[in-house]
């Protein structure tokens, strides 16, 4: 668990204040499922081989909903997190999907398929943190998925700069090239 609180306290500071709100037991389960989640991203994002990391992590996974996870302090502890809280391993599939989709340099043409995207990488981790909360309601899970998906849009305009110098671009192509922009030449420039 004190792996899990440093990578959160690093990784987001927002998050890693929002968490002291949380009553004890959800936020060691909160920090142990941003830990994973980080460090997923971080596999994908930062290294040298983004399909192997990819393939690695489905790996790890498979060792975890085994109940035989690697002797890695973030994988013990989500393989606990996967037993206390009946945690689909579909969702954590979801996310490997988005993360699958930024290593293959997917783009996106549409709205529609931004939403896609966010639904995977953030709309899953707002339905694992409301499975975390005990919460089995479908209503309530889809809306926890929205919730997801939102701050992911809010997150992909804070940061188009910070994605456009890494090649990357989540806007919607058709509303840029509607707004007189073309999408390749704002990525070079």
Do not use: K
């Amino acid at each position: 668990m004190r792996e899990c609180r440093r990578l959160l306290s690093h990784g987001s500071r927002s998050f890693h204040i929002a968490s002291h709100f949380l009553p004890q037991p959800l936020r060691e389960s909160a920090s142990g499922l941003y830990a994973f989640c980080r460090i997923a991203d971080d596999l994908v994002d930062l290294g040298t081989d983004p399909q192997g990391a990819l393939t690695e992590l489905h790996r790890r996974l498979d060792l975890i909903y085994a109940s035989t996870p690697e002797n890695h302090p973030v994988d013990r502890v989500l393989s606990q997190i996967v037993i206390d809280h009946q945690l689909p391993r579909e969702l954590l599939n979801a996310l490997l999907e988005g993360f699958e989709w930024d290593a293959s340099g997917r783009t996106y043409d549409s709205l529609e398929a931004v939403c896609d995207y966010s639904a995977r990488v953030a709309g899953a981790v707002g339905v694992m943190m409301a499975v975390l909360m005990g919460v089995t309601d479908p209503h309530t899970l889809a809306r926890a998925a929205d919730l997801g998906v939102a701050m992911q849009l809010t997150n992909i305009c804070r940061d188009v700069g910070e994605d456009a110098r890494a090649g990357r671009l989540y806007l919607p192509r058709n509303l840029l090239r509607g707004a007189g922009i073309d999408p390749d030449a704002f990525l070079q420039n």
